[in-house]
């Protein structure tokens, strides 16, 4: 682990920034890299950013009392928060910039440019982001020595906080990004500039934010702005834009899917037990069930094979991975739950319904949908769409809840189907009509946290 990340003056002169530094050691560096005063450790630098509640300034003096070394600040805040003066009298660094969230992206990329032989990955898409970093990570792991972002933290400051957990033992970094804002992919890939970058799919998560699908192609393509000519973009074969996303790339361009692998001789659903996969005449038991799931670790392969690893390695990572939180979790109990609820998009929603539909089970079906959120314009169509495909699945019985899921409710006529947007409502009527042996879907966004329907479902008091 590096004891000294990067120096004040070193950080100062590239950046362009002015330093304060009122501290009696001589060129003092900093260990760590913070932006919540509350977790500061001993010797970090900490990030006044300005957010849309707190501002980042008000905390700089929590910081330097919890042993932070160092703050960046923004020129403006300089005067009204006295910060000079704080930094004087605690005997701390200051690096003072125009943008402090500029800033952190900038020490950020210049961290990483200091490990010229790390094989940088970035992923991106509308879902199967971190599915298939942590897949595409426990592959490569099996014979290089592997960092990657842990859990989702893809965001413009969860990537460039990552980046320094980056050490000199690392081979290879997974990264992956997110967006919820205009060119939010263009400034964390600018971070990463990865060598081998990787798009899931292009979909409708977020597009209250963009407006349209196009739109969000246009921001998950940026990926591939930083590759040179020797670098790889991995397009999803069967994408509705992979022709589109493979026009004008500055790299090596490679399509993956089930009909793109020489190696791949075969899959069989095994279903809630996951994928049987044959792979260069060997049997691999990959856990994580769903057609997705499968998509997800062929996009691991396409990536793990451009570091490259063995087919060994493959199976390996492949029979090491298991269901992340609220993606395709199986819970068993005096049901069985499928608990899907992280996140919700249109395709992903659609893709967990198909999946249960294919489950061969002897109970019955429940299908508990939850709110798809942040789709702006587009809501009221796509959560139509799902009451008419729910309408048509092998469901005995839906249940939905949440503000703007009610747009389904009239397509569902010619099976039971219960509403409310009452947490207690909804707990209440599922406890009162689910029995044992029934096997439930829980599907929906991330703010309806339907997980919390799980205890009830697996050990609660339910109908026989």
Known sequence: MNTNLMSFGELARIQGCRLFSFSSSDNEGFSSVSIDSRVVKQ????????????????FVVNAFNSGACGAVVDEAKLKSFDLEN????MGKNLVVCQNTLKGLHDCARLYLEKFKSLKKVGVTGSSGKTTTKEIAAA????????????????????LPLSVFEVNNSHEVGVFELGMNRKNEILEIAGVLKPNIAAITNIGSAHIEYFGSKDKIFNEKKCIFNFLNINDVALIPADDDYAEKLSRNVNGKVKFYGEKCFKELEGTRSLGLEGTEIIWNGVKINFALPGKHSLHDALAAIAIAKEIPVSNS????????????????EILKGRVTVIQDCYNANPESTSSSID????????????????????LGDASRGAHEKIGSQLAESKADAVFLFGKEIEAAVSLISNKKCFYTDNIDELSAAVNS???????VLLKGSRGRALERLSPVLTGGALND
């Open 43 to 58: 010797g970090a630098l900490f990030f006044a950013l300005a957010g849309a509640v707190c501002d980042g300034h008000s």
């Open 86 to 89: 704080i930094a004087r009298k």
């Open 139 to 158: 592959i490569i792991s099996a014979e290089k020595k592997t960092v990657m972002n842990k859990g989702n933290l893809n965001s413009e400051t969860g």
């Open 313 to 328: 390695a493959i199976k390996q990572g492949l029979e090491s991975v298991k269901p992340l939180f609220g993606r395709l």
């Open 355 to 374: 999946f249960c539909d294919s489950v061969e089970w002897a109970g019955r079906k429940v299908y508990i949908i939850a709110d798809m959120l942040e």
């Open 433 to 439: 009509y689910v029995r044992q042996g029934d096997i």
